[in-house]
C-alpha cells in the first residue's frame, strides 16, 4: 500500500483530467469529478453516476443534477507499492469513468483494456 495524501490525490485526478485529448474535454456535459476515499460497503477504484451522453436527450435531461464521476483514494492506494503505480491507476481510473460518461460499457472497456 502507498499512501497519497489527499491533495496530491486530488491534483494526480486534475493531471490525469488535464492529459485527456482537448476534444473529449470539451464534449463532456455537466460531470463533476469528485474524490472520496472508499466507495461505501463496496471495493471499487471509481464510480459514475448520471446518464451518458448516449441517453441524453431533449425531454430525458431536463434539470438534473450534474453527472459524478468519484474516484476513491484509499482503495487505488491499497493496490499500489509506489507513486507512480497510484498515478497509472488514477489514470485508468479516470478514463474508465469517463468512457462511461460517454455511454461505453464495461464489456467494450474490458476488449479495449481499461476495465
Not at 503505480?85 to 488514477?90: F, G, K, P, R, S
Request: with cysteine; proline share 6%.
Amino acid at each position: 500500500m502507498f499512501v497519497v495524501p489527499t491533495e496530491r490525490f486530488e491534483q494526480l485526478v486534475a493531471e490525469a483530467l488535464d492529459s485527456l485529448p482537448p476534444e473529449l474535454g470539451t464534449a463532456m456535459q455537466n460531470v463533476a469529478v469528485l474524490v472520496e476515499d472508499r466507495a461505501e460497503g463496496r471495493s471499487l477504484f471509481g464510480l459514475y453516476e448520471g446518464i451518458p451522453l448516449t441517453k441524453r436527450g431533449p425531454e430525458s435531461y431536463k434539470g438534473v443534477m450534474p453527472d459524478r464521476i468519484t474516484l476513491y483514494r484509499q482503495t487505488i492506494c491499497q493496490v499500489c507499492s509506489t507513486e507512480t503505480e497510484v498515478i497509472a491507476q488514477v489514470r485508468k481510473t479516470v478514463i474508465h469513468e469517463i468512457a462511461h460518461h460517454f455511454g461505453i460499457g464495461d464489456p467494450r472497456l474490458e476488449e479495449l483494456g481499461w476495465a
